[in-house]
């Protein structure tokens, strides 16, 4: 499986960008990249994801690197409720069977200052 | 939508009985997921159906955990007996087609063995 590295914590002050890392040397050409977010207490959340093209919605918007092998997630203006535990995933939508499923790793923590 | 349902929110049982965990998916949706969260191993993927029917369960831990689908609208993920290493969050999710690009997770159930 393609591996996602990613920084454990990063801290950001309310109503600034935020840039989360994520590394992925190993991607292949059919991986898509997505994140997802866990706010305390909660489920994970969709956010966004992206095949080659920079992505933009309501919630975040998605830079990926020329060569794939790294991309970035911006949340344009954090706010509080931002503060939660993002996940870089990579995912094939055409392997089927399990290795098509997310793989969660352990994200980084974002804390959001006020 | 009221979003993929589950109960109960909270399960404090004894170590040896059994625990039925429940959980309605979002309409419409083919695919659903059991999740199991803890800290030391982060979030696992137990189990998952397409159309009622399981697809691939390498992720259950052992005999004593089983699972479900009766029906489209319905599952149900039990363990039996219950052992203290058990405790932990879990998540259901459902999506929508082989690609699921989006997985909507539920809040979750927090089992507590003692």
């Known amino acids: 499986d393609a591996k996602t590295t990613q920084p454990n914590s990063m801290e950001s002050n309310e109503e600034e960008p935020v840039h989360l890392p994520c590394n992925h040397s190993?991607?292949?050409?059919?991986?898509?990249i997505h994140w997802y977010r866990q706010l305390p207490s909660q489920g994970p959340e969709y956010v966004i994801h992206?095949?080659?093209s920079n992505v933009n919605n309501r919630m975040a918007s998605l830079a990926i690197a020329e060569d794939r092998k790294s991309s970035t997630l911006i949340l344009h203006r954090a706010t509080l409720r931002d503060a939660a535990v993002y996940y870089c995933?990579?995912?094939?939508?055409?392997?089927?069977?399990?290795?098509?499923?997310?793989?969660f790793g352990k994200g980084t923590k974002l804390s959001v200052k006020p | 939508d009221a979003g993929v349902i589950q109960s109960p929110r909270h399960e404090v049982t004894e170590m040896g009985q059994e625990v039925t965990l429940r959980c309605k998916p979002i309409?419409?949706?083919?695919?659903l997921f059991w999740y199991r969260q803890t800290m030391m191993r982060g979030l696992e993927l137990l189990i998952y159906?397409?159309?009622?029917?399981?697809?691939?369960d390498s992720g259950m831990p052992e005999d004593r955990f089983s699972a479900k689908m009766p029906n489209a609208s319905f599952s149900t993920l039990k363990i039996q007996p219950s052992e203290p290493r058990d405790s932990a969050v879990y998540f259901c999710?459902?999506?929508?087609?082989?690609?699921?690009?989006?997985?909507?997770f539920g809040p979750g159930t927090r089992l507590t063995v003692t």
């Open positions: 190993t991607i292949s050409g059919t991986d898509y």
């Open positions: 992206g095949l080659t």
């Open positions: 995933i990579l995912r094939d939508p055409d392997y089927g069977g399990s290795q098509g499923n997310l793989i």
């Open positions: 999710a459902s999506s929508y087609g082989a690609a699921g690009y989006e997985q909507y």
């Open positions: 309409s419409g949706h083919d695919y």
């Open positions: 159906f397409n159309n009622n029917v399981p697809i691939d």
